[in-house]
Each structure stands twice: as structure tokens, then as C-alpha cells.
């Protein structure tokens, strides 16, 4: 839906978001996808605002080159933790996550290949 109009889905993207709300059991109808052309290409840290709705669940998929996702938390003792995302990874952000911790997508040498990374979230304030 784009500004009240229904909109084409895109065969790929519709079929990983029906696994994603099979796994889940939330419809996730936000899709956000982000291109790393190379390693160099990064994210700092930050939280995901709630821009379309809820953060209570976040799935990201990552396809193509390996990068690591990197997670620390926002109040003392600050923790940070590594994730290693492989080509085909699903990661999950549950609820309190976006509350409780920053993540980024750390800078890599430069001959890494490319990677999109594909968000899927909700969309207002729906709990399913």
C-alpha cells in the first residue's frame, strides 16, 4: 500500500515475508533492504526508531558477503556482543531490544564482496 493505493509485491520479497510470518506469527509488511557494495560500506551504531510502527520485532535477512553485526548495550556495564551474518542469515530483534541495545554493521576490508541486508517490520501498531 503507497499512499492508499495497493501496490505489486514483488514474488521473492512476498515469499521471504510469508516464511518470516510463518516463523514468527507476526505480520511483518515493512520492508526495508540496505546494499553494502563492499566492506568499506558500514552502519554505525544506533536503535531502529519506531518510524512505521512497533520495533517489538525486527527480522533481518542478510544476503551475500559475511559481515559482522555488532551489538552493545545502551547502560552500564556496557556489554557488547558479536554476530558473524551469513549469507542467508535470519536475525531477530525481539521486544526491548531497540529500548536496551544499539547495533551496527562493522567496516570490513575492502575486498569483501556486496550484501544486501533486508529488514521486515511492522507496519502501525499491530501485535500480529
Given at each position: 500500500m503507497h499512499h492508499g493505493r495497493q501496490t505489486k509485491s514483488f514474488p521473492l520479497l512476498e515469499e521471504l515475508r510469508q516464511q518470516i510470518t510463518e516463523r514468527t506469527g507476526c505480520n511483518l509488511?515493512?520492508?526495508?533492504?540496505?546494499?553494502?557494495?563492499?566492506?568499506?560500506?558500514?552502519?554505525?551504531?544506533?536503535?531502529?526508531?519506531?518510524a512505521f510502527g512497533?520495533?517489538?520485532?525486527?527480522?533481518?535477512?542478510?544476503?551475500?558477503?559475511?559481515?559482522?553485526?555488532?551489538?552493545?548495550?545502551?547502560?552500564?556495564?556496557?556489554?557488547h556482543y558479536n554476530i558473524t551474518l551469513?549469507?542467508?542469515?535470519?536475525?531477530?530483534?525481539?521486544?526491548?531490544?531497540?529500548?536496551d541495545y544499539e547495533h551496527a554493521i562493522a567496516k570490513g576490508d575492502n575486498t569483501i564482496g556486496p550484501r544486501f541486508n533486508i529488514s521486515f517490520r511492522r507496519f502501525g501498531n499491530s501485535k500480529t
Open positions: 509488511a515493512v520492508a526495508v533492504c540496505l546494499y553494502y557494495p563492499n566492506g568499506q560500506e558500514s552502519l554505525g551504531f544506533h536503535s531502529d526508531l519506531p512497533s520495533t517489538d520485532l525486527i527480522a533481518s535477512i542478510s544476503m551475500g558477503a559475511q559481515r559482522e553485526f555488532l551489538i552493545r548495550s545502551k547502560t552500564p556495564p556496557h556489554k551469513e549469507n542467508g542469515s535470519l536475525l531477530l530483534m525481539g521486544k526491548g531490544f531497540q529500548n
